[in-house]
């Protein structure tokens, strides 16, 4: 029987009472895990799609002259996928996957998502990682609970 699953992260309050409610109950959810990794990954290929209406409402435009800028420069990208680097991190294979028995930790390392993420003084906050919208996160929950209650993903 497992000590207690790890489940933390913005946007994701329903879903964490869900697993609250059964962490008792697991011993290894490792492929749980591993669906809810590509869940994520899906959802922040949305988010990217939708310019962030997915999870935080929008992001805000680019500045007049980076807009006019980076349309010179990258003609045709949206916000925060100038490069890829970023998008590739968040809802490709580039970011972080590291799944246990009893946790899942996904995300990025690019250094500078922090900024986006929160903004500066100079930029406003695009949150990358937003609010999870509460019928994804009762999803995620039905994937948790077929393993819990019926032993099988």
């Known amino acids: 029987m497992a000590t207690g699953m790890i489940f933390s992260g913005e946007g994701f ?4 009472m869900v697993l609250e409610r059964f962490q008792h109950q697991a011993d290894d959810i490792t492929t749980v895990w591993d669906q809810l990794a ?7 290929s949305r988010n990217f799609d939708s310019q962030g209406a997915t999870m935080s409402g929008g992001w805000s435009p680019l500045s007049p002259n980076y807009a006019k800028w980076k349309a010179t ?14 998008r590739e991190s968040l809802a ?26 929160y903004g500066t003084r100079h930029m406003p906050a695009r949150r990358l990682i937003g609010d999870v919208p ?7 929950a039905k994937v948790l609970q077929k393993h819990l209650v019926e032993g099988v993903v």
């Open 13 to 16: 309050d329903t879903f964490a």
């Open 38 to 44: 590509d869940r994520f990954t899906d959802l922040q």
């Open 73 to 86: 420069h990258h003609p045709g990208k949206k916000i925060l996928d100038r490069g890829g680097d970023l």
């Open 92 to 117: 490709g294979k580039l970011g972080i996957r590291e799944l246990t028995r009893t946790s899942m930790t996904v995300g990025t390392q690019i250094p500078y998502a922090h900024y986006h993420q």
């Open 134 to 140: 509460v019928n994804e996160q009762l999803e995620w």
